[in-house]
């Protein structure tokens, strides 16, 4: 008795984020029969804009409430893409451009940092990490196989930015030094800085630009994403729809099709071809379970060998905000080993304890320019 399959396409791409989107769209405009499959109840993957009710406990009846938030993306970087044109199309981008690292640095005891000095050493990093960029391209390339970005540029700034620091603001340059390498941590999403290659930082591209804008979208990135999938047919996309099997052993009982997909609630599904678009970290989890047969060794020793790292957003929501109209944010300047926070109990001047690991990974916080009640921090 042959089997009962759901439906036979010529490609199935499992995972609706924006990479299977994009791959769908593309794959049924060239005439291919193709098949979206999620396991979600919406597309959109790590992009996901959400109303700010939705993650309220309490009731929801403040204006507030009924704002979006991004808990994933929520940038496009630059123009030179079809994202981009996508987007100007259906006029949802907003003319606000964002920046990285804005506000004030602050340390511990409250006292912020000089504006220029931050900007110097910002410049003077920016200049040693545009160097490490030199690496990949250099005829010596398998010279700086073993060194970490970290290393390089902790190094490279003892040697040519310190002694050049007036002996009263070394202490602050080396605080600024260990902020610039937290925000190479969750800008390349790694857990540490020493865990990515110098040899490789010069792969990184912009799209083309000679630097990384940051486009806003006007009522959130999930605008683009339903505006993506509307486009393709509804009968050629499976919500709720977790894949658990994929077999391309070729043995199937149809010669035509060589992918057969099996789903956690009994669907089967086959098709010529099979693109996957999970994580890294999906694929880190589940591969020796989810092909039939075993992916290659050397895919799968790729695939246990690449890091990655997580980015969390925290929004902190007031009631009142504390903060200026105009007020861009506030860098923390403090340094990993310290464990006390410098804040003391009003009453009794007693240290209010240790700062939470959350809190020590994070940058700094920003105002979100659209709801002035809301603090970022990432
Ligand atoms: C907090 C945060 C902020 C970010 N900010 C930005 C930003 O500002 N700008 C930017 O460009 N990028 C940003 N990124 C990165 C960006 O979100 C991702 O690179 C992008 O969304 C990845 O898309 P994808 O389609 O490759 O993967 P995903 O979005 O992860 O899509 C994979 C899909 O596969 C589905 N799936 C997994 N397992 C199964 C299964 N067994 N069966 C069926 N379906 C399955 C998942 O549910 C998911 O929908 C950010 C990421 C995070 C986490």
Known sequence: ISEKSESEDDVIVLGAGLAGIGATLTLQKAGFRTRLIEAKN???????????????????????????????????HGKQNQLYMEALEIDVLSQELSDEGLGSYTKDDGRILDD?????????????????????????????????VEEFLREKFEKSVMPSIEPDKKEDAR??????????????ACLKLSEVSARDWGQYSFNGENCQTHINFKNGFGKLINS????????SMEYNCEVIKIDYGGDLEDGMYKVRIETADGRVFKARHCIITFSLGVLKASM????????PGPLQSLIEAYGFGTINKIYLKYENPWWDNDWEGVQFIYNDEMAVIGIKDQGTGAPLGSRPKWLTTGCGLFSREIEQKLLNLI
Not at 228 to 235: A, E, G
Not at 288 to 295: I, Y
Request: with cysteine; aromatic share 12%.
């Open 42 to 76: 919406q597309p959109g993957g790590r992009i996901r804009t959400v109303p700010m009710e939705s993650l309220c406990l309490d009731n929801c009846a403040n204006p507030i409430d009924k704002v979006i938030i991004e808990a994933g993306a929520q940038w496009l």
């Open 116 to 148: 220029f000095f931050v900007k110097m050493i910002d410049f003077k990093i920016g200049e040693i990490l545009e160097e490490c960029e030199t690496f990949y391209f250099a005829e010596n390339l398998e010279e700086f196989r073993n060194l970490s």
């Open 175 to 188: 605080l600024l030094l260990e902020w610039h390498i937290r925000f190479q941590v969750i800008d390349n």
């Open 228 to 235: 993506l999938v509307s486009k393709i047919p509804s009968n």
């Open 288 to 295: 020796k379970t989810l092909f039939e047969p075993q992916l």
